[in-house]
């Protein structure tokens, strides 16, 4: 601020001498305002815009000590300079200053004395003002870069952009970035405290340099998105992470830069930052989730007797791949069904489902019995794959007598529907990757009619559900089973999951005709 714009308030209760404080800041370039007691110095400063007050130290009313403290109560950023037509001593200016003065000046003073104080204090106040304006925005600026690097999407992260744009700045906003699928999106606020308005907004092409830079004096015709109501021009942030990334730009006015401080241009720049964050996690998952449905059967066997569906989601393009596979195939005239889940949420998740699916298939080929194959998976993961845990589940079954041997690893217990009757067939196990005993094969008969519904713990695991309230949610769901086996399968999904899927889901059906 300019002294020339900065507003004084005189407070006297000499006419005469309120007249001459008042000409020589006038004439140094000050606007003035007056006051003649206490309580209306106080009330002009409650509704002016006072940029520093004059105060005389013995007033009529209340004394300029008492002034001063009510002052530095209520407006604690409003200097305030004594001025004493009166003897004064060391103890008489001590207590001036202790009571929030910021000077004090004694008869005689001379002009030049006078505006050199006011002009001194207010660029102290200015100066401080403007440290504390940029040391607030940079707090809210580490608190808008965590807010948008937390966003679980896209259009979240625009929202809160521009909800942290605005708390920020004190003004309207605009944030108009690509999202990852390449459709511009346009994050409109019209202040503080507003709800952010998302809408798509054709993006046009740009040569803006790889970096940040802020383009200032830019026509708010140049921004329809938003109505500016009447604000002359606007200030640009502008990002560009790479050369074959578009420009994420936050839009502002001008009135929201601080000057040397580039603060909106590292909004901007980390906005492009954690953009390029979510591409790269969006990017990670497409390949994670290509890699994992290439290693799951590619088809269904055909099996006389048997009617088999399987329902396979991988978890939302937001949350990391999880590693549930299956397997059915035929091995001479049985059955062999598979159903596992290896701990963690990644692409290395992915790839260590692979081995184990391939491992479950080899030695049952080799002619083993499902404990027998578990064994064996378990110690080629504990030799190859130290670390890693996984639980699985695998049966062979006989189509035309409904025989079936089953061992588990620490899996969900499949759950049997026959006649209307639900069970879960329990065959408590450690899970793969730690050494313990194990128990003997599961021995039962699936009757004619019956059905076997396998699953991975994403199709009832919930964070605000115990897994008991989930088991009982899967079994009062598939009371009836579809005559349709995949329409039962989606019918699950659909009204167990969520729908933000937070963990890869997994069902395998087996009826016996």
Excluded at 61 to 83: M, Q
Excluded at 157 to 165: I, S
Aim: include cysteine; hydrophobic fraction near 45%.
């Amino acid at each position: 601020m300019a002294h020339g714009l900065a507003t004084v308030l005189v407070v006297n209760d000499s006419s005469a001498r309120r007249y001459v404080l008042v000409s020589w800041l006038s004439q140094a370039g000050f606007a003035t305002l007056e006051a003649e007691t206490g309580a209306e110095a106080l009330a002009r400063i409650g509704a002016d815009p006072i940029d520093l007050v004059v105060l005389d130290v013995l007033l009529p009313d209340l004394s300029g000590y008492e002034v001063c403290e009510r002052i530095k109560t209520d407006h604690p950023a409003t200097p305030v300079i004594y001025v004493s037509a009166h003897a004064v001593g060391v103890a008489d200016r001590a207590q001036g200053l202790a009571r929030g003065a910021d000077a004090y000046l004694a008869e005689p003073i001379e002009p030049e004395e006078l505006v050199a104080t006011v002009q001194a204090v207010l660029r102290y106040y200015q100066a401080r003002q403007r440290a504390e304006l940029l040391a607030d925005r940079l707090t809210r600026l580490a608190q808008t870069t965590l807010a948008v690097n937390s966003a679980p999407n896209f259009p979240q992260l625009m929202t809160a952009a521009a909800a942290g744009a605005a708390d920020m700045f004190g003004t309207p906003a605009v944030v108009l970035a690509e999202t990852i699928d390449g459709m511009s999106l346009a994050a409109t606020i019209r202040g503080p405290g507003a709800v952010p308005v998302l809408r798509p907004w054709p993006l046009e092409e740009d040569d803006a340099p790889i970096g940040s830079t802020l383009r200032e004096g830019v026509d708010p015709a140049e921004w329809p998105m938003h109505d500016w109501e009447g604000e002359k021009e606007l200030a640009v942030g502008v990002a560009r992470p790479r050369a074959d990334r578009p420009p994420i730009y936050v839009a502002v006015p001008p009135r929201a830069l601080v000057e040397e401080a580039p603060v909106v241009r590292q909004l901007a720049q980390a906005l492009a930052a954690a953009v390029e964050a979510q591409r790269s996690l969006h990017e990670e998952h497409r390949i994670a989730v290509t890699l994992q449905r290439s290693l799951l059967p590619r088809r269904l066997p055909q099996v006389a007797g048997l009617d088999l569906a399987v329902r396979y989601e991988p978890a939302s393009a937001e949350t990391e791949v999880g590693g549930d596979f299956y397997e059915l195939v035929m091995l001479g005239d049985e059955l062999l069904v598979a159903i596992g889940d290896v701990a963690g949420h990644s692409l290395h998740a992915a790839t260590v489902m692979a081995e184990l699916r391939h491992a479950v298939r080899a030695y049952a080929i080799e002619g083993h019995q499902p404990g027998v194959i578990l064994d064996r998976v378990d110690e080629l993961m504990r030799a190859l794959l130290p670390g890693e845990l996984a639980t699985v589940c695998v049966l062979l079954l006989h189509p035309g007598t409904g025989r079936i041997r089953l061992a588990s690893a620490g899996h969900l217990p499949p759950l049997l529907i026959s006649d209307g009757a639900v069970e879960y067939v329990r065959h408590a196990a450690p899970l793969l990757g730690v050494r313990a005993e194990r128990p003997a094969d599961l021995e039962f008969f699936l009757p004619a009619g019956a059905t076997l519904v396998f699953y991975t713990d994403g199709l009832i695991e919930r964070r605000d559900a115990t897994i008991d309230e989930g088991l009982a949610a899967l079994a009062r769901c598939a009371e009836r089973v579809d005559e349709d086996l995949d329409a039962f399968c989606q019918r699950l999904v659909v009204d167990l999951a969520p729908t933000e899927i937070q963990d890869d889901v997994a069902v395998v059906a087996v009826r016996r005709r």
